[in-house]
């Protein structure tokens, strides 16, 4: 079982709905929570931080964090075609933050339709 | 403009043969990595520098080496012994001791394709 599981997708929306990503996890000890945004042939761009559980919201977006059912989510609201992309998650714990070691989720492939 | 550089976009190779893949930033970072992309799987650490002359292996070591000669740059060597080499590779680059990888640079990346 891998360490953080997240659906490929793909995702395929309307123009102006709500985008709901996911991944869940099973290492209790991750407390630094990221969503990345990858278009097509580039490199990832973090979109979303988070640290420990709550909320946090940046413009259209909004990031979720439930460390009781070790499940976060990323929000995407009146989505764009632009933000076809895919998003990946990925997180750390304390004791790996020498080298910034992540462990990323496999990415969800999300197509906004105009 | 301040960024990760990586070259080339596309790389072909005939297997048995090592290849070299280019990573360089001009962002005055100390830590640099090299990840590899496969379909589904996530991103996975092939090799760490935090610092000139310094290096250590991450997941996926076996089949790779890398060098850190200069603080700008941060080569991986496919080597020969990489038994599925064919993928997408991403060099990323941070401040040392930033936790969480909230500060993570990443490079456009260098496809592989190895027949």
């Known amino acids: 079982q891998k360490e953080v599981e997240q659906d490929p997708g793909p995702l395929s929306v309307p123009e102006g709905a709500i985008v709901s990503l996911n991944c869940t996890y099973s290492n209790s000890a991750f407390q630094y929570f990221m969503w990345y945004r990858q278009y097509s042939r580039k490199g990832p761009e973090l979109l979303m931080y988070t640290y420990s559980s709550g909320n946090k919201e940046d413009g259209r977006f909004t990031a979720q964090v439930d460390k009781s059912s070790k499940y976060i989510s990323l929000f995407i609201r009146d989505s764009q075609p632009s933000d076809s992309a895919t998003y990946l998650c990925?997180?750390?714990?304390?004791?790996?933050?020498?080298?910034?070691?992540?462990?990323f989720g496999g990415g969800t492939r999300v197509l906004v339709k105009p | 403009d301040g960024g990760i550089t990586q070259s080339p976009k596309y790389l072909f190779r005939k297997e048995g043969q090592n290849v070299t893949l280019s990573c360089e930033q001009n962002l005055n970072h100390d830590a640099m990595y090299w990840y590899r992309q496969d379909p589904g799987q996530g991103l996975r650490l092939i090799y760490y520098?935090?610092?000139?002359?310094?290096?250590q292996k991450g997941d996926i070591a076996e089949g790779y080496s890398v060098s850190r000669e200069k603080k700008e740059s941060f080569p991986l060597t496919v080597t020969s012994a990489q038994k599925n080499p064919t993928a997408f590779y991403l060099c990323?680059?941070?401040?040392?001791?930033?936790?969480?990888?909230?500060?993570?640079?990443f490079g456009n990346g260098t496809r592989l394709t190895v027949t």
């Open positions: 990925a997180m750390s714990a304390l004791f790996q933050a020498a080298g910034n070691k992540l462990t």
């Open positions: 990323a680059s941070s401040m040392a001791q930033q936790a969480s990888g909230r500060s993570l640079h």
């Open positions: 520098s935090q610092i000139v002359n310094d290096f």
